[in-house]
């Protein structure tokens, strides 16, 4: 984008497009322009661990599917010399006549999400990259472990490609750094660092890993739990300690280092990893130039908790790690908040220019013919092909009855794998397909789209798992593999000859939402879908909105937290779309996706709520500690009773001249197993308050590893420089409280100095984690899981972070997981602007495979009905006789009902008892072949 001009709903982007030198609608990526082209270059998606050539596209799965030209590179571009490419591209997709263009494109508001930038080679160069080969960054090794990747997921040393037997790992390379200008943590380094190490494992199980931290950052949801299960199953060596430098000793690289008790320690190893940090992008100031909008001191995008996807330009938003450093769950969290924002801002022109999808109208006649199905088996790089024989099981799925064509492709799920899939099925006139490749869960959809754009039914596909079901759980055995995926595919088959067409049907949406919880993230949530244009109730259980946040009296980056809950309850009390009821309990909530209808009860009375979403916004509550003599001395509080006594005067603190603070009360192995996220940044936000109030006052932070990430660092950086000290602890040594007089004492062992001290002080303050709050009956109610922490369980950690199982209720804050205001608040959106599509569609369409109750056999007793986890079956009068009959709408495809059915009345969609018994019978008839 060159310039930016206009207000919010009336803006002029002026941008450029850069000539691709190759039609995109011509091309059909068949590579013949690679295969000719003089000119190697150097493979920048691969980290320039390989070549490729001018013409090239990055990676099978790009979008759109064509190659493009590197206009720096080709010598046709710049030195008018050469043309083979376009003298042997058979589609006549190169074109050189293309010129870059200026356009100008009316918008109504403007997203930024340039991602992050690359850590400067002068950093990386400290640790021997450039030098030693066998020195790589984190991107790299990623590349290395990949299918994808230059080795297809081999993992090689560059010198020599031969597999290393021992690597390393470091942590805050280009992080947590001020001698580079990085003094903010990356956030995602540690966590990644060990799913890069455990995948290591996977392939070469003799692999010995070590890596090296100064804390160990996994504060994301379940992340945790990942990195102890890590450590057990592929025996990670953690090291605390931060490497200075890497040398070269006899072929091998050596690292020099110290431990937390001062002792110097040494060792030798094949191959180093450098977990580089999340720089801000290298054209932020271009960016910024462009747009008008303020970045902070790291050159990120600058904003507040309280707002934190809005730039400080009206109608222009952020999102994504421009936003500052995070991990893929956040940042497509983010992207939905994002949506939301533009919706709110755009919601009068909602309409005026959309692009309805048609499909042509289905082949009833072929469905009906004898079944011609097609077998389409994936290499997916090396996750299955690796393993599995990929071509022997292509080949054995052609001598399957009924098969009539059987191929095999790299990635199937590639767009221009779909393209190939599509055609193939026309040309043989196919009406049965099945695709061997990985899990329908997260890829069904895709392959069901093909179908329905070019006239089939989208039920007449089935889907082998032989990546996640035999390529990975049997990565040792390729042999059993294959024969293991030769079984699905002829159960696959087996199955398909039966599949019938299935209709999908459409509900209408009743055009309000129902938010339970009015905490910060309840009532952003309310007001993003009214802003959007919708009707919202919101329901508290308590007298008064705010929840949690009305303990807490400053936020990290120094925010009023006063003025921003102030801010969010004046906007909600006064929109004219949001119905408030506080003190207002849930009873019951019945019906489906657009058609749901709550039992509340207020006042001791009941009333009806008829809604088309449910958005989950609960909250959480602090976490009341056991022992550290809380309840029993008055000068044992928690950091939130800390931050109410602060914001009622200053005067306890007159007599005070220390006060220590322990990390992780009840946290990571006490009480609650996980990291609550937030309690590492409030100590130390809160004993910087101390030092302004009392700049005298000793203070102690007592911690296991100090969880400050992203931008947060910088206030640990001045909590140490303003002479806070910090002293780290075992968990298998927590500190312990004494009383002494009538003061207090505290006792922990100091790794450093290699004894236990005994610290005298005025207070101690407990920094205690969220736990979930009462989420049980609600979650029955809803028929949403909820994790083994307590905390209602997402989707899709990744893919669909905001929503639940149920189709139409979405979470956000607290009741999702432990986490800050400014991620509170942008999940909030993120549930809105969810929450919203099938508001502003006004129909949902309901998946297709739900249970069908044959009436002829139902003998109305009722057994379905009364097991269904969903209330998806009703008992009706059907010629003066009782029978079962199913919401469809509500129904989720579990099979409960069929099973428990006692005369067998009742089937599911894709799922007959005539289809699964053809795949049961047919898992144990290897010979039946053509």
Known sequence: MKALEGEPGNFVAKVLKRPRYIDEDKCTACGICTMYCPKPVVDWYNERLEVTRAPHIDYAQAIPSSYYIDAKECLRVNHETCNLCAQTCTAGAIDFSQKPENLELQVGSVVLAPGFGRIDDEVLER?????????????????????????????????????????????????????????????????????????????????????????????????????????????LNIIRARVPKVEEVDGKLALTYVMEDGTSSSALFDMVVLSVGLKAPEDAKIIQETTGIELNKYEFCKTTSGSPLSTSVPGVFVAGAFQGPKDIPESVTQASGVAAHVSELLKEARGTKAVTVTYPDEDKALCEEEPRIGVFVCHCGVNIAGVVDVKAVRDYAGSLPGVVLYEDTLYSCSQDALKTIAERIKENRLNRVVIAACSPRTHEPLFQETLRSIGLNPALIEMANIRDQCAWVHAQEPEAATEKAKDLVRMAVAKARLLEPLEQPTVDVTPSALVIGGGASGMAAALSIADQGFKVVLVERSKTLGGNLRRVRWTADGEDAKTVLDDLVARVESHPDIDIMLETEIKNVSGYIGNFTTTVERAGKSELINHGV????????????????????????????????????????????????????????????????????????????????????????????????????????????????????????????????????????????????????????????????????????????????????????????????????????????PKGLEDAMAQARAAAAKAAIPLAKGKVAVAPIVSRVDQKKCIGCGICASLCPFSAIELVKVDKKRKARTITASCKGCGICASHCPTVAISMGGFTDEAIFAQIHAFGQKDDVK
């Open 127 to 235: 640790f021997g990259y450039g030098k030693y080969p066998d020195v790589v960054t984190s991107l790299e090794f990623e590349r290395l472990t990949c299918a994808s990747g230059p080795t297809e997921g081999h993992i090689v040393r560059p010198s020599d490609q031969t597999t290393p037997k021992k690597i390393a790992f470091l942590q805050c390379v280009g992080s947590r750094d001020e001698s580079c200008g990085n003094g903010f943590c990356s956030s995602v380094c540690c966590m990644y660092a060990i799913k890069e190490a455990s995948v290591a494992k996977e392939h070469e199980p003799d692999l010995d890993i070590s890596l090296f931290f100064m804390d160990v950052r996994t504060m994301g949801k379940g992340f945790d739990a990942f990195r102890e299960e890590a450590i057990k199953k592929y025996g």
């Open 614 to 817: 449910v958005v989950v916004a609960t909250g959480g509550k602090e976490y009341k500690p056991k022992g550290y003599l809380y309840g029993e001395s008055d000068r044992v509080l928690t950091q939130l009773e800390l931050e109410e006594k602060l914001s009622r005067g200053y005067s306890f603190l007159k007599s005070a001249s220390r006060v220590v603070m322990i990390q992780c009360v009840g946290s990571r192995g006490e009480d609650m197993a996980y990291c609550s996220r937030i309690c590492c940044t409030q100590a130390v936000k809160n004993a910087l308050k101390l030092k302004d109030i009392k700049p005298e006052l000793d203070i102690f932070i007592l911690y296991r590893d100090m969880r400050t990430y992203g931008f947060y660092e910088d206030l640990y950086r001045e909590a140490r420089l303003k002479g806070i000290k910090f002293i780290r602890y075992q968990p298998d040594n927590r500190p312990q409280i004494m009383k002494k007089g009538r003061g207090i004492a505290v006792k922990v062992y100091d790794n450093i100095v290699g004894e236990e001290l005994e610290i005298q002080s005025s207070y101690v303050v407990l920094s205690t984690g969220i736990a979930p709050g009462d989420n049980e009956e609600l979650a029955q109610v809803l028929k949403a899981p909820l994790t083994k922490d307590g905390f209602f369980l997402e989707a899709h950690a990744k893919l669909r972070p905001v929503e639940v199982a149920v189709d139409g209720v979405y979470l956000c804050g607290l009741a999702h997981g």
